[in-house]
């Protein structure tokens, strides 16, 4: 094909994709309809969508400006799971006391050893887990879905 021909043929598809990208982008009075209306069906699962709009986002650490509260304390050899923190956030116990963790999040969380000494199923809100120190130390843990979620159990003799 003559060189001639290739650059108009060019020529003419870039002003053919201007074209079709400007009549793309009219606004609904150029083209003289109105945009469809959204459509929020509050039964699709998962959407987070109710017919009045969204649903704010929740109060997780770094979306919001609110400052972080720690966790309440349910009592001396417990500790609650809150505001994605434990608290508190370390508990100080005698060998053979057992230590139980409840999920005051809407959020699944779990509570996990860092040495493997003990290890939470996922809990839903309202969830607890309990574990039964035996041996003097101090046991460091976090929630493995969210690790930034870190906190101690000391246990002394």
Known sequence: MPR???????????VALGVM????????ADKGASPPA??????????????GG?????????????PRTPAAVAGPNA???DNFAFGPQTVTVRAGTTVTWTNRDEEPHTVVARDGSFHSPGMGTGATFSFT???PGTFAYFCSIHPFMRATVVVTP
């Open 4 to 14: 001639h021909l290739v650059l108009n043929f060019t020529a003419a598809a870039t």
């Open 21 to 28: 990208t400007l009549t793309a982008c009219a606004t609904p």
């Open 38 to 51: 959204p459509t929020v069906r509050s039964e699709d699962p998962g959407l987070g969508m109710t017919p």
């Open 54 to 66: 969204p649903e704010p986002m929740p109060n997780m650490p770094g979306m919001s400006n609110a």
């Open 79 to 81: 500790v609650t799971i």
């Open 133 to 135: 120190f035996a041996q």
